[in-house]
Nanobody
Framework: VQLQASGGGLVQAGGSLRLSCAASGRIFSSYGMGWFRQAPGKEREFVAAISWGDGVTYYADSVKGRFTISRDSAKNTVYLQMNSLKPEDTAVYYC????????????????WGKGTLVTVSS
């Protein structure tokens, strides 16, 4: 599975961005796709994820109510709608795929895409 993330950019605080992650290769219903982010000098952290088969979503507490993850199965694409952005959301955002059930942690993901930079100015 190869992943291509896009949609990052510069936005003012309070603004919105939508990230996309297109997957090439077969995405099985048992897979999950997630978004992680890494700010300068910090560890990569979980943001949001979605179970491919049933569409159940998961969010980090820091983004609940502001970010929405969704998928388009026909396009093998997952989206991250980010609203009410804050300067602390500034990071490189990565999409990743997990082949089996488990935790949504960096160590449990099987495939990673290159990141896309999101910069939120105050």
């Amino acid at each position: 599975v190869q992943l291509q993330a896009s949609g990052g950019g510069l936005v003012q605080a309070g603004g919105s961005l939508r990230l996309s992650c297109a997957a090439s290769g077969r995405i099985f219903s048992s897979y999950g796709m997630g978004w992680f982010r890494q700010a300068p000098g910090k560890e990569r952290e979980f943001v949001a994820a979605i179970s491919w088969g049933d569409g159940v979503t998961y969010y980090a507490d820091s983004v609940k109510g502001r970010f929405t993850i969704s998928r388009d199965s026909a396009k093998n694409t997952v989206y991250l709608q980010m609203n009410s952005l804050k300067p602390e959301d500034t990071a490189v955002y990565y999409c990743a795929v997990r082949r089996t059930g488990g935790r949504w942690s960096v160590y449990d993901m099987d495939y990673w895409g290159k990141g896309t930079l999101v910069t939120v100015s105050s």
